[in-house]
């Protein structure tokens, strides 16, 4: 009869500890925290610029009262009448630059010619590519500013600000005849600037 209670006693006990057992490790994982998910993202590919080319430079030959005259001048693309003039040796002293448009924009193949004060029958038209103040060829009007098409004749501020404004809206002009369809624009004022403009 002892037997049977020592034997039961010691099933009770294991029974008991068992269930210790059990309950712990069940109190174990579930303290444990949830698993963190680390997401690696590769840097973004940097993007190389593309390389854009360099205009190369224009001829503009040069002529009248000037330090270098008809000598032919290599400037940037884009450069005005002033810098050819300069890398001419700029003006002498008896040049005449009140005839002379010096914002005007040079274009390759152009001819800049400075008229002198004491050649009182010289004209500026014998520039073919220079816009002056007194209207002489030749202004590109696809890229003139105020001041390069105000050198035309019956061309004032507001006719040439509505000019560009056509021409910002509508995009270049495509031909000489398009300038009619500009506002105040008529037969006659395009007849008298036709010989003194160009497309490009």
């Known amino acids: ?11 009770i006990a294991f ?35 593309i390389p854009t080319a360099t205009p190369e430079p224009i001829l503009v030959y040069v002529t009248g009262a000037i330090a270098q005259p008809e000598t032919t001048q290599l400037v940037p693309f884009g450069s005005r009448v002033q810098d050819v003039l300069d890398a001419a ?6 040049a005449d630059l009140s005839r002379v448009n010096l914002a005007a924009i040079v274009h ?16 500026v038209d014998t520039a073919p590519a220079l816009p002056t103040a007194s209207g002489g060829p030749v202004v590109y009007i696809n890229t003139a500013t105020v001041d390069d098409l105000q050198t035309l004749p019956r061309i004032g501020q507001v006719m040439a600000e509505r000019i560009i404004a056509y021409r910002e809206e509508h995009g270049p002009f495509t031909s000489i005849e398009q300038l009619g369809e500009v506002s105040g624009i008529g037969e006659g004022t395009l007849e008298q600037i036709a010989p003194y403009i160009s497309l490009d």
């Open 108 to 123: 390759d193949g152009d001819q800049v010619h400075v008229p002198s004060t004491s050649a009182d029958n010289e004209q």
């Open 89 to 94: 040796g700029g003006v002498t002293a008896d």
């Open 1 to 11: 009869m002892p037997d049977n209670t020592s034997s039961r006693a010691t099933l």
């Open 15 to 49: 029974s008991v500890v068992s269930v210790l057992i059990v309950v712990g490790l069940a109190l174990i994982l579930l303290s444990r925290p949830e698993p963190v998910t680390i997401t690696i993202n590769p840097p973004a590919p940097t993007l190389t610029p």
